[in-house]
């Protein structure tokens, strides 16, 4: 395994320095899935674009975490469905909700099973997802926009997912109590 090197705000490369201490600031420590994009700082900042943009997105915050631990569970991302689990019930998003996206399983709430399919469909199918799931995705209250906004945090977890299977970075202690397994959604 090729040993990939977790940094801090001291000694990445420069380019990524700043954006390590704006992630200390806000999340009160640097995540080691930063630490590691921090090899590449146009990585790094591109991964951060996204997922401003995405919280930015018209997608409810129940919604947004829907996709993000859905995409993370489709691409088997164990690191990622911790943090994203871990996230979720911060946000007050019901323990049975995130239980149940960690499993793969429907969710009960209609809406929110609609971004659920529509997300593994997307990552899946990688894109290609047929006129009638989009359909049945639009028939459960969504809109286009929210199509297209799904499409972004797909992209968004497609970079960290990655990462992380490329690097193999070690789960943080903040996503201990969620730790994950790709064989619990089987």
Avoid at 56 to 81: D, F, H, M, P
Avoid at 93 to 114: F, M, N, T, W
Avoid at 158 to 170: A, D, E, G, K, V
């Amino acid at each position: 395994m090729i040993d990939f090197r977790v940094y801090d705000e001291s000694d990445a490369p420069e380019a990524a320095r700043p954006m390590l201490e704006a992630a200390k600031k806000r999340m009160g420590f640097v995540t080691t899935l930063n630490a590691v994009m921090a090899e590449s700082p146009e990585l790094l900042a591109g991964y951060n674009a996204l997922a401003e943009q995405f919280g930015r997105s018209s997608l409810s915050l129940a919604a947004k975490q829907v996709v993000l631990i859905t995409a993370s569970v489709e691409n088997g991302c164990e690191y990622c469905v911790a943090a994203h689990s871990t996230l979720a019930l911060r946000a007050h998003i019901p323990a049975e909700v995130v239980q149940a996206l960690r499993e793969g399983k429907q969710l009960p709430d209609a809406e929110l099973e609609a971004v659920r399919r529509l997300t593994q469909a997307m990552v899946a199918q990688r894109g290609s997802v047929d006129d009638a799931e989009i359909e049945a995705f639009l028939a459960a209250g969504h809109t286009r926009r929210h199509v297209l906004d799904i499409v972004l945090g797909v992209g968004m977890k497609t970079l960290s997912n990655y990462t992380n299977h490329i690097t193999h970075i070690p789960l943080d202690p903040a996503w201990q109590d969620q730790q994950w397994t790709h064989e619990q959604a089987m």
